[in-house]
């Protein structure tokens, strides 16, 4: 039964379940009428009793059927339950229908080709194979029902006056009734299933047209929204960017303008040109950091990463680092382990982290303090560590430091200089080369900061 209705399937079921329960009350309406009509035009030809027993019986069960239809619905019950009431209403309405004509005539009754209405009824309801089961079935019974009161097995009861009464005994006849009805039963499971098939088919169809829209449509929305956020968040960049730059040069202008103007005596003109000069270097410091930010979005190239040598590229930034290092008063302290394996990165890109970290580690730490580099293997990655004594950061503030132009409060006060692009380029790296960064620290006690890249 699984090909039956494929779409929403319990609820279509339900209600040709439902459907057909109250079909079932018009035709036993129609069925009472006939048996009173044709009474009183016959001349009580048909087994009265017999017959408004059966149909009681049919009422009786019908009512059945709509207090079992009613509690799969309140109990949500799955589809095999809908098509199990379904087979049980065509079923007993077979033997409804051969138990009113063998009570009318059998063989006498020409209401025999209403066997054909509920083979149709099953194709529209069920599948294909059962309506052809059906067509089966109401042969099978007709053709029973004829032997049986031919043989004398069950007793005839002759529409007296309407049709001879014994027709019922011809074997002609008998043949004749069977074809008839059993080939009319299987004509209408084929046509009528091979269409309700193509009807469904269409259905379904439309169906999956109809969700896979729903679901395009869903995942067009949320991009939507996605790139919203995106715009959000380049219009916040663009902004910070546009005051960022503005700064140094509108500091540069006021220092040139103070000169130009004379305001400034001969003995202080060295120093106001050379403020004027460190914020030309910020302003360098800045684009620079936002070129490499920039370049960082572009897609990766394959021939960027190497095997490189992370121990060797420490070794050379720290050269460069160590005037700085010596002017602070700075301890510097390198643990490496040995046979460190290259890692799969540009050299550029390897330098940049190094150069970024332990310069802030410089900046951040006051005078006499130390710093540790730190270099090991972590599995299949190879881990670096940059840790000093400087001022800390706080939980809250860990979480922001790596998004562009973030500086905490203290890092502020302690150095006025900073663009606070380095740590985001250090994130964008990490995540380029599919490694991580991380950082532990405590206010006033000292910070951490982690890296890990992939090995070559
Ligand atoms: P910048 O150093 O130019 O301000 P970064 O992106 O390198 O920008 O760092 C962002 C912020 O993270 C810094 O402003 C500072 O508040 C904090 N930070 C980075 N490194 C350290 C460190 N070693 N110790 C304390 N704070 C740090």
Redesign the pocket.
């Known amino acids: 039964m699984s090909e039956i209705l494929h779409i929403p399937v319990d609820r279509e079921l339900s209600e040709r379940a439902r459907w057909l329960i109250t079909l079932r009350w018009l035709t036993l309406t129609i069925a009472a009428a006939v048996v009173l009509l044709a009474n009183h035009w016959l001349g009580n030809v048909l087994l009265a009793p017999a017959l408004w027993g059966t149909l009681v019986g049919i009422a009786g069960y019908n009512i059945l059927f709509w207090i079992l239809f009613r509690r799969l619905e309140r109990r949500a019950s799955p589809h095999s339950s809908y098509v199990a009431l379904m087979h049980a209403q065509v079923l007993t309405d077979l033997l409804a229908l051969t138990t009113l004509l063998h009570f009318s005539g059998g063989l006498e009754n020409p209401f025999s080709l209403y066997y054909v209405l509920l083979v149709l009824i099953s194709s529209i309801l069920m599948t294909k194979r059962a309506s052809y089961l059906y067509a089966t079935a109401a042969t099978a019974i007709w053709v029973t029902l004829l032997v049986l009161e031919a043989i004398g097995w069950l007793p005839h009861y002759n529409l007296v006056g309407f049709r001879s009464p014994t027709r019922y005994q011809q074997p002609g006849h008998i043949i004749a009734e069977s074809f008839v009805l059993g080939s009319a039963n299987f004509i209408v499971a084929y046509l009528s299933s091979g269409i309700i098939e193509r009807l469904r088919e269409g259905e379904k169809q439309l169906y999956e047209a109809n969700a896979s829209c729903e679901l395009r449509a869903a995942e067009l929305s949320r991009l939507n929204a996605r790139l919203q956020e995106l715009d959000r968040t380049r219009s916040l960049f663009m902004r910070l960017v546009t005051h960022e730059l503005r700064a140094p040069v509108a500091a540069i202008q006021s220092y040139l303008r103070l000169i130009l103007d004379g305001y400034v005596p001969e003995e202080r003109l060295h120093e106001i040109i050379a403020k004027a000069e460190q914020r030309a270097r910020d302003q360098l410091e800045l684009i620079s950091d936002l070129l490499d930010l920039a370049r960082l979005q572009e897609p990766k190239d394959e021939k960027e990463v190497e095997p490189t040598d992370l121990v060797a590229i420490l070794h050379d930034v720290l050269d460069m680092m160590q005037a700085r290092l010596q002017d602070k008063g700075l301890h510097l302290e390198v643990s490496l382990e040995p046979d460190i394996p290259p890692v799969a990165a540009s050299k550029e890109h390897v330098k940049q982290v190094w150069i970024?970290l332990i310069s802030?580690?410089i900046?951040?730490t006051p005078s006499g303090g130390h710093i540790t580099v730190m270099v090991e293997c972590e599995g299949d990655m190879v881990r670096g560590a940059v840790k000093?004594t400087?001022?800390?950061?706080s939980p809250e503030e860990q979480e922001r430091?790596f998004d562009t132009f973030?500086?905490?409060e203290a890092?502020k006060t302690m150095e006025r200089h900073?663009?606070?692009?380095?740590?985001?380029i250090v994130k964008g790296i990490m995540e380029r080369y599919k490694g991580r960064v991380w950082v532990e620290s405590q206010v006033g006690q000292g910070?951490t900061?982690y890296f890990e890249f992939p090995r070559a």
């Open positions: 970024n802030n580690a900046k951040y000093d400087g001022i800390g950061i430091i973030y500086r905490t890092a900073g663009t606070g692009l380095g740590l985001a910070s900061f």
